[in-house]
Structures are given as structure tokens and as C-alpha cells.
């Protein structure tokens, strides 16, 4: 009898353990597309948290040929082509599968969604793999960098002059 709770203890604890590799690591942050012309933030959503979404926080190119915000230009819908790509959600409620994340991505370069899977590889590399009626796919690595809102602080404390006291001048007689 004792043997049997034991092995059933340890039989329970692999499961456990095994069940807990499975779940995908947390891709929540801001990363850096691998051709380096965007940033998406992403964070949990959906049903207790359990999903994920992303969206553009930054471009490279940000503006467009007229000098505005680029836009959703691509968009099969009329309705949405004047949506700021700032701001755009890109990934909408992916669902945690085995070791990855899955579901949709928009590409808003060619107004067009993609099956996709997202797979944390390490704590600076995300892993993306879609496919476009599963006949043609492509991959590539995104790399994790700091939030948007500490690159401006970053940004603004270098750019801050470092004021030097003027010499006291004495009024002349």
C-alpha cells in the first residue's frame, strides 16, 4: 500500500511537472520586428488573461508619404484605411497551445491576416511563425526591448542639457 501512494505521488508530481512545461512562456513586453520597422507591445487579454494581444507602439517610418501618421492604407475595408498603423492591433486574443500562442496576425504592410504561432525562446527572443492558407509560410525571431514609455525617458534624460551655472557678474561703477 505504501509503495503504491508513493508512485502515485511521484506519478502525480511528473504530471504536474510535465503539465507546466507545456504551458507557453509569457511574450508580454515590447518587441522589436526582426526587419526592425516596428514595435509591438504585447500584453495579456481575454478570459482571466489567459490570451494575448499586441499592437504597434512604434515605426520606424511613422509618417507617411504626405507627411501624416501612416495608415491601414491596405485594408481590404474601405471603413478602416485611415487607421493610424500607431496603435494598431496587430494580434487579437492568440490562445496558449501546448508551448506557444495561436492564432492571427494582421500585416497591415499588406492588409492581410496570417495563421500564426508565437513562442518565447528566451527572455529576449520571440519566435514567429505564420502561414497564409497554410501554403505559404515564413518565420522569423523578434527581440525583446525595453517599453516604449521607458525608451522616451531614456531618450529625454540624454537629450536634457546639463546646465552650468553662469558666473556672477558684479555691476560696474
Do not use: F, H
Not at 6 to 11: K, M, N, P, Q
Not at 66 to 76: E, H, L, Q, S, Y
Not at 115 to 142: D, N, P, Y
Amino acid at each position: 500500500m505504501r509503495i503504491a501512494l508513493r508512485s502515485a505521488l511521484i506519478l502525480a508530481a511528473l504530471g504536474a511537472a510535465s503539465a507546466a512545461s507545456a504551458a507557453p512562456k509569457d511574450p508580454s513586453g515590447t518587441w522589436l520586428t526582426e526587419d526592425g520597422r516596428a514595435k509591438v507591445k504585447i500584453d495579456r487579454c481575454g478570459p482571466g488573461a489567459s490570451n494575448i494581444c499586441g499592437k504597434v507602439v512604434w515605426l520606424k517610418s511613422p509618417t507617411g508619404p504626405g507627411g501624416g501618421p501612416r495608415t491601414d492604407i491596405k485594408n481590404p475595408d474601405p471603413k478602416k484605411r485611415s487607421r493610424p498603423v500607431i496603435g494598431l492591433t496587430l494580434l487579437d486574443n492568440l490562445k496558449p497551445e501546448e508551448a506557444k500562442y495561436s492564432g492571427e496576425i494582421y500585416n497591415a504592410e499588406e492588409g492581410k491576416m496570417y495563421s500564426v504561432s508565437l513562442e518565447r525562446e528566451s527572455a529576449s527572443e520571440l519566435s514567429i511563425s505564420g502561414c497564409l492558407l497554410k501554403v505559404l509560410c515564413g518565420s522569423q525571431t523578434w527581440s525583446r526591448v525595453p517599453d516604449v514609455n521607458q525608451q522616451a525617458a531614456i531618450s529625454q534624460a540624454a537629450a536634457k542639457p546639463t546646465a552650468k551655472a553662469a558666473p556672477a557678474t558684479e555691476p560696474e561703477d
